[in-house]
Structure formats: structure tokens, C-alpha cells
């Protein structure tokens, strides 16, 4: 089983703060993608990773792909309350089996406080 | 260009019935994937479409099941319906590569009486 452990599970924070969530598995991904997600809505794509050791910035967003394609990290820089909402991982892997599959950490639910 | 549409937004069914979701994928995307979200077991893959054949299935039962048409739009039907599957239904759509990035629908919400 291709389990993707996400943590923290809740963050809660006051404007200004940074924060890192991470994503952590035992298996090997060929991808991995960063959603945020509000309430009520779809996953909206943050950024997509395939190589080991990438790293991705997104103005205030950092994106990091382990060297050994099994872990991944998001560093938020100077938080806002524009930030609050649900942040998932998800894992693709190559493969007849794995065809339009994505393995999804449990997410974390971030609130920052103005 | 347009983005992933899921019609309807909002489904309320009674235990026993049956329901239809549809999910217009993004133009030139042939690759639809299905997936169930729920507070507690959160995002879980459902099945995936690719040019009208299933090429990957979750571990549901039977009672769900998919369908996707020549212009790449897909449905989902759920028959049967438990109180268990009350959940936001979320289609992604993708160009069909093992790794290409997913993008997702508004999701449909179903609510089982």
C-alpha cells in the first residue's frame, strides 16, 4: 500500500509566521503534487514535482522534493490569512496500475490568524 | 481555456436510489479519474477513464461504477445508495500520462437520506 503521511494535521498560526508542512512515505513517487483546498470546493493545483532534490518557489510558497522521490515539503513564508484552507499532498507513480491514480496524504488544515 | 465542470453541485438521494454524476474534463484531456472525499477517510481514488476504457479501479464495491464517452466526458452512477456514501465527488481530468498532473472539478456534493 502506497501511504503518503501528511503532518501536521491542523496548523494554527498569527500572520506574519512561517510554517512547513510535510509529506512522508515509504514508497518511491514519480510526481508530487501540492492542492489547496476551501471548503465545499475542488483541489486547485499549487505545483507539481518530478525530479528528486527539485525545489519550486511560488512567491511566498517553497516546494521540495526529496532527492530519493519518497518525501516532499511546503514552506509558507510570512503567512497570511489569505492562506488559510486545506493543503494536500498527493503521489503519482508510473505504471499500468497506477493510471490516473493519485495517492492523497491526509491533509493539513491551516488557519492563520490576522 | 475552460477548467473541469461536475454537474450537479448539490445532490440529495434516499437510501436505496440511484445517482448519476457527469464531469466535462478540460479540452484535449483524455483522461478522467473519479475520487471520493469524506471527513474521515479523505481523498480516495474511485476509478479512471482513458479514451472510453477503464484503465485503473479503486477498491469500492461493485455498486459504483463509471462510464466515459467518445468526447472524453465521463459519468459515475452509484446504485443503491448507503448513508455511507454521502461525500464530495471529485472528478480530475489530465492529458493521460502515468504522471501528469490532475486537475479537479468543483465536485459533486451527495447528500444520502
Known amino acids: 500500500t502506497q501511504l503518503l503521511e501528511q503532518s501536521p494535521q491542523f496548523l494554527s498560526i498569527q500572520e506574519g509566521e512561517n510554517l512547513t508542512v510535510y509529506c512522508n512515505s515509504s514508497?518511491?513517487?514519480?510526481?508530487l503534487q501540492w492542492y489547496r483546498q476551501e471548503p465545499g470546493e475542488g483541489p486547485v493545483l499549487l505545483v507539481t514535482?518530478?525530479?528528486?532534490?527539485e525545489v519550486k518557489k511560488l512567491k511566498r510558497l517553497t516546494f521540495q522534493f526529496g532527492d530519493a522521490r519518497k518525501d516532499s515539503s511546503l514552506h509558507i513564508t510570512a503567512a497570511q490569512p489569505g492562506d488559510t484552507g486545506l493543503y494536500l499532498c498527493?503521489?503519482?507513480?508510473?505504471?499500468?496500475?497506477?493510471?490516473?491514480?493519485?495517492?492523497f496524504g491526509q491533509g493539513t488544515i491551516l488557519t492563520v490568524h490576522p | 481555456k475552460a477548467g473541469v465542470t461536475q454537474t450537479p453541485r448539490y445532490l440529495i438521494k434516499t437510501r436505496g436510489q440511484q445517482v448519476t454524476l457527469s464531469c466535462s474534463p478540460i479540452?484535449?484531456?483524455?483522461?478522467v479519474s473519479w475520487y471520493q472525499q469524506t471527513p474521515g477517510q479523505g481523498l480516495q481514488f474511485l476509478f479512471e477513464?482513458?479514451?472510453?476504457?477503464?484503465?485503473n479501479k479503486g477498491n469500492f464495491p461493485g455498486r459504483f461504477s463509471g462510464r466515459q464517452f467518445s468526447n472524453s466526458r465521463s459519468e459515475m452512477n452509484v446504485s443503491t445508495l448507503e448513508l455511507g456514501d454521502s461525500a464530495l465527488y471529485l472528478c480530475?481530468?489530465?492529458?493521460?500520462?502515468?504522471?501528469?498532473?490532475?486537475?479537479f472539478g468543483p465536485g459533486t456534493r451527495l447528500t444520502v437520506l
Open positions: 514535482v518530478v525530479t528528486g532534490g
Open positions: 498527493a503521489g503519482g507513480r508510473a505504471g499500468g496500475t497506477s493510471y490516473g491514480k493519485l495517492t
Open positions: 477513464y482513458f479514451s472510453e476504457t477503464q484503465r
Open positions: 514508497s518511491v513517487f514519480s510526481s
Open positions: 480530475a481530468s489530465s492529458s493521460g500520462g502515468a504522471t501528469d498532473t490532475q486537475y
Open positions: 479540452s484535449g484531456h483524455r483522461s
